[in-house]
């Protein structure tokens, strides 16, 4: 496929944004509005009520985008090009971090097999994804677990494999985590990660922070060199990571320019507001991307044997 020119990109969004944003809005009706009905004695008082980060507007968007399921680019597409790496089947099983909607562990299922563990660390897609697997069937096969990932608690050598699309960012001690994966894997389980990292040790640029600002989880960038320093002081076979930044733009892009030019205009503007606000959030990533504050990387690392210990460490001498 053709690539995306890079200054498309606002471009792109300032259309899309901007054609909403002129059109009048509907007259609203003069009729007075219905008392509101008296509190019950009963009813508890400043009850915190949690924000709702994915509702189904939201939602119907986003599936739209990227698929049935998914809520992140390149939807089931970009899960089967990378499944071939891991050389799954039904006798293997595998640990999904960021299961999200369970599009993910649905098409792995399918094309492979596998069992697949979920983990997601967003309390509401954790609940809705759990919903879609028992409509699936898979919540056996493949169940979903809400865990915010920051004290991972798993079975040692249990999988032969872990995967991760986009989810690892929000996580704050990042080496806890891949301690516990590492530990959680077989002789040769391999891990299969994209996450986004900082370009450098310099504080999140200003663009960055935009970005950060609308994500239902704080993201928790560390910067790229410090994330491959950690995995290569784990016990794992680190390859050459991928910057893979360009190509991943390109997917949000094209998907967006696909995504509305498959609508009708009375159609698309029955959910301006909704495309609109997910258009933003988009916009921001790509900002930080193409003015060089995030950078998209691929990870691809395998579990190397235990290191067998010296007599003295077994001894307990110094």
């Keep these: 496929m053709a690539s995306v020119a890079k200054g498309k990109s606002k471009g792109l969004i300032g259309k899309i944004t901007g054609s909403f944003r002129k059109k009048k809005a509907k007259p609203v009706s003069k009729k007075a509005a219905p008392k509101p009905e008296a509190a019950s004695p009963f009813e508890k008082k400043d009850r915190p009520v949690e924000p709702v980060h994915w509702p189904p507007n939201r939602l119907n968007v986003i599936e739209k985008l990227w698929g049935l399921g998914y809520t992140t680019p390149g939807g089931a597409e970009r899960v089967k090009l990378l499944l071939p790496l891991l050389g799954l089947d039904e006798k293997k099983s595998l640990l999904l971090l960021g299961a999200g909607l369970g599009g993910i562990s649905e098409t792995m299922v399918e094309d492979t097999g596998v069992w697949v563990t979920g983990y997601e660390p967003d309390k509401e897609l954790a609940k809705l994804g759990q919903e879609s697997m028992k409509r699936a069937g898979l919540q056996r096969k493949a169940p979903i677990r ?22 690892i960012h929000s996580v704050v001690d990042k080496k806890a985590l891949f301690s516990a994966v590492v530990e959680s894997l077989r002789l040769d389980g391999e891990m299969l990660f994209i996450s986004y990292v900082l370009p450098n040790t310099n504080p999140p640029s200003e663009k960055t922070q935009i970005w950060s600002k609308h994500q239902s989880l704080k993201p928790q960038l560390w910067p ?41 205009k009375d159609e698309l503007l029955s959910v301006a507001a909704d495309v609109v606000g997910e258009c933003e959030r988009w916009a921001d990533l790509i900002t930080a991307i193409d003015t060089g504050g995030i950078k998209v990387m691929k990870y691809h690392c395998i579990k190397l044997p235990e290191k067998r210990k010296s007599v003295n460490e077994l001894m307990g001498g110094s």
């Design 146 to 167: 809400f865990d915010s990932m920051e004290d991972l608690k798993l079975k040692p050598k249990s999988f032969d494999a872990m995967m991760s699309f986009d989810a």
């Design 224 to 264: 790229a060199e410090a994330m491959l320093g950690m995995l290569k002081s784990l016990n794992l076979d680190v390859r050459p990571p991928d910057d893979i930044s360009h190509e991943y733009r390109n997917v949000v892009l094209r998907a967006w320019t696909q995504f509305l030019s498959g609508m009708k």
